[in-house]
């Protein structure tokens, strides 16, 4: 033990030279002391616990009486315990001491020895103020004693170099300080274990050390034994600060003959002594591929970017931006730097939010990168990189309209409509296109899908086909079309209808008489009124109206009625009156035509021919009185009876007219 009362010696006068005061008084009273560690010390029951003290006098005045005396906070533990021996004469005293003068600048080194009690208990700590007293200047030292069977510690003071995955041996020792109440060396029956105190970046082992508990166990010691064992630590990752580092066993034991009792543990941890080289490392999160939107403007991507530190000591990181992003597109927060950042484990990172601006113009499936490399500044190999994607996705959308929502058309005829379909989206959409209407009618499209580009449009027809034999003025109904997008959401739709166009179709025959002949003449008398009739046919799709008229009569051929309404498919009889006077010429024939307009004022149609023969009448003039105005002899007018003949051959020939 003489090593260590002379470390405890060279600690006490460290400590002593560190107090001194910069400025001299007249006489300064300085106390220092040590014990095993710092002011602590270690013995067994019946053992003794050792320190050093340096009393010494700063000032430019000596003291003339100086005396150290000791007190326990246990009353079992007397004074007297305290033994003192001035180390330079060799001069001892239990419990208290005279030392006589101290000059100005002189010092003197106590040895304090404390005695711990027959039947102390392992783990008891006990406090020993020492009180130095100098001509009315007092000095207060205060030291700890320990009862332990055991101590554990390292007398190896290498301080080896590592890497991730390193690995150095060291040596630790524990010794058995149990004495007897003779003070002779006693074997122990303590179970010691020695256990690595850290959470993490260290592993140790050794051939009695167990990898699993990082642990050594001794059960029991040999009387005075020092057990020196080999450990071998290895840093296995990077939780390690770089640079100097201490690692720290916690050694404690039990009592085997005492199960239930309290375990004992040494106030201070066996160090070893090691130094990290640094290591580093970065990486970059928050990056990834967003899809975005452009249907209600410009649109923008944003990213919480974080750059962290993975190494074991402070760095800094350069940041490269690579761009690809298209013309019109733009990105904001692209930093040129982390600045410094602290090591992993104390969470350096730094943390920033970038944004790239698309604009409203953006077609579907356009798409813009950007990368960024963040290099560490320490070690330019160490790099990391991510890329952040943006894409621009299709909105759909549609304007339908069509050329008229009302058509009409002839039986047996096709009304065709067009249709407008726009694409007001930001890609080429499909639009399949889909007719509702009733089947009589056939309506049809021409296509069943329209590719339309972006900010485009597109046609279709659609044919709807006119039932023959469908009476004017009949409506299809509503005939829907449903142009959808090919979202299979976004749809219109636009309604048409045909009516059918009315066809104007007359036509005329001949009345039958009750024998089944046509009847197109009469013959007629003067002054006499008789009808002549005709047959108008309405051979259209319609109801109609016929407007008459007599072509090429004689005024005394007249219509008896100028307006008939004729049913679709029906028949209507025309009757024209004839009375002719006494103007007309006997025998001579007339003929003339009916005509129908339909109620359009286009369509016509006339009749055959209707022929009027005026009956012939013989006039049987009377036959002239011979008036005896006597003859020649008798001296009568001569060519009376010539004159008389000429007259009544007048008027027969204008009768025959």
Known sequence: MSTTRGLLAAFALLALIAALPSAEADAQLDVSGSGYHEQESFASANGTAMFTMTIANSGDEGYSAVQVSAETDDPEWPA????????????????????????????????????????????????????????????????????????????????????????????????????????????????????????????????????????????????????????????????????????????????????????????????????????????????????????????????????????????????????????????????????????????????FELNVSIPASAGAGDSGTLTLTATSVNDPAKTASQTFTITVTQHYGLSFSVDETSKIGSPGSNATFLFTVGNPGNGIDSYAIAVDGPGLWAPTVDVDSLDVTALGSGNFALTVSVPAGKEAHATSGNITVTVTSEDGETNTTETVTVSVRQIHDLAFSYALNATGAEVNSVEVAQSTTIQLQVILSNNGNGYDTASLALVDAPAWATLEHTSVPVTSGGQVTISVNLAPDVTSLSGRTYTFQVQATASDGVETATSGDLSVKIAEQETEGEEPEETDTGSEDEGGIPGFGLLAALSALGLALRRRD
């Open 80 to 351: 007297d315990l305290v033994n003192f021996t001035i180390q330079s004469t060799g001069d001892y005293s239990q419990g208290m001491m005279d030392l006589g003068t101290l000059g100005a600048g002189g010092s003197a080194v106590l040895a304090v020895d404390v005695s711990v009690p027959f039947g102390s208990d392992v783990g008891k700590q006990t406090e020993v103020t020492i009180t130095v007293s100098a001509d009315g200047d007092t000095a207060i030292q205060q030291f700890v004693v320990t009862v332990t069977n055991w101590i554990a510690w390292s007398d190896d003071v290498a301080v080896h170099s590592f890497e991730v995955g390193g690995a150095h041996d060291y040596s630790q020792t524990v010794e058995n300080i149990a004495v007897d109440e003779n003070g002779t060396a006693v074997a122990i029956a303590d179970d010691i274990t020695v256990q690595y105190a850290g959470t993490g970046g260290w592993r140790v082992s050794g051939s009695d050390w167990d990898p699993g508990t990082q642990s050594m166990v001794l059960h029991g010691m040999d009387a005075g034994l020092a057990y020196e064992s080999t450990v071998t630590v290895t840093l296995f990752d990077d939780s390690v600060h770089a640079g100097p580092q201490e690692i720290s066993f916690q050694a404690s034991s039990l009592d085997p003959d005492d199960p239930f009792g309290f375990p004992y543990y040494q106030p201070f941890p066996v160090k070893l002594f090691a130094n990290v080289e640094p290591l580093y490392g970065v990486t970059v999160t928050g990056a990834g591929s967003q899809d975005v939107d452009v249907s209600g403007g410009a649109a923008f991507a944003a990213w919480d970017v974080s750059v962290r530190n993975l190494g074991n000591t402070d760095d800094e990181f350069n940041l490269g931006w690579n761009s690809d992003l298209p013309s019109g597109w733009s990105a904001t927060g692209q930093p040129a730097t982390s600045g410094s950042l602290g090591w992993r484990l104390a969470g350096g990172s730094f943390g």
